[in-house]
Nanobody, 123 residues
Framework: QVQMVESGGGLAQAGGSLRLSCTTS????????MGWFRQAPGKEREGVSCIHWSGSRTDYADSVKGRFTISRDSAENTLYLQMNSLKPEDTAMYYC????????????????WGQGTQVTVSS
């Protein structure tokens, strides 16, 4: 059974930083592309960043480029999202997701999801 648990969310001031983690179990982590998505109230879920199963390729939404960094630790079966220079518009529930195989950026391409962690950025 695949389990994915996000942590690290919370309240931050604009300009601040947070580091999200997503611990996984029940899957062969090195075989899975991973992604971070977010959903604000009243909005559709959107892709934030994704990383190839090898870690060799990453992709970012234009809105977070230069501020967020995705990474993965195969020894810990954990996905990370370092978020710097946070803005109030980054406020959302953040989800990690996994898919077997290559890199994709759309939420419809990811079958496995965590329960989410809330990020709130105050101005």
């Amino acid at each position: 059974q695949v389990q994915m648990v996000e942590s690290g969310g919370g309240l931050a001031q604009a300009g601040g930083s947070l580091r999200l983690s997503c611990t996984t179990s029940g899957l062969t982590f090195d075989h899975y592309a991973m992604g971070w998505f977010r959903q604000a109230p009243g909005k559709e879920r959107e892709g934030v960043s994704c990383i190839h199963w090898s870690g060799s390729r990453t992709d970012y939404a234009d809105s977070v480029k230069g501020r967020f960094t995705i990474s993965r630790d195969s020894a810990e079966n954990t996905l990370y999202l370092q978020m710097n220079s946070l803005k109030p518009e980054d406020t959302a529930m953040y989800y990690c997701a996994a898919r077997l195989g290559g890199l994709r950026s759309g939420p419809e391409d990811f079958p496995y999801w965590g329960q989410g962690t809330q990020v709130t950025v105050s101005s």
